[in-house]
């Protein structure tokens, strides 16, 4: 708040000696001083502002042009994903049937998949399809001989 030596300057700047009521002297004085308060912030946050410069630069990124190999001092951060593991998925065929049909399966049941036999089967890695093969017999067990990888252009559109 202000001293008495303040108020008796704004009571003489606002003419009201001439007997005006003492609550409206009260809210002109209240008045002044928070208009002389926001002055004052004003005043601070523009002195604030002339103390420190700002420097702004373009930014500049790495080209993806240079053909860098995939190990290598250059690539450690890609070392550590080479641990991580995928689900491949062999996809032999599909097939759509009705709820009944699939509780009528039994031991020794056949479903009949859309995918004509030797026609190549899709390879799924975590669920994406990343390559098309046919499929080979190695000992007891199925396997896949790749016969081609899928597109980046169109594994990028099964995003």
Do not use: C, W
Request: no cysteine; hydrophobic share 40%.
């Amino acid at each position: 708040m202000l001293d008495d030596e303040n108020e008796k300057n704004m009571l003489d700047e606002l003419n009201l000696n001439d007997g005006t009521d003492k609550e409206e002297i009260q809210e002109e004085i209240e008045e002044m001083e928070s208009k002389a308060f926001d002055d004052e912030l004003v005043q601070g946050e523009a002195d604030a502002g002339t103390d420190s410069t700002v420097t702004v630069q373009p930014v500049q990124f790495a080209s993806f042009d240079d053909s860098v190999q995939a190990s290598g001092e250059a690539n450690k951060n890609l070392d550590i994903l080479m641990d991580v593991k995928l689900q491949l998925t062999v996809e032999l065929g599909r097939a759509v049937l009705p709820i009944k049909k699939v509780l009528e399966l039994t031991k020794g049941s056949i479903i009949e998949l859309e995918k004509v036999a030797g026609e190549p089967v899709e390879l799924y890695a975590n669920g994406k399809l990343i390559a098309n093969g046919e499929v080979v017999v190695i000992e007891d067990n199925f396997g896949l001989r790749i016969t081609s990888i899928t597109n980046p252009d169109e594994r990028l559109k099964g995003l």
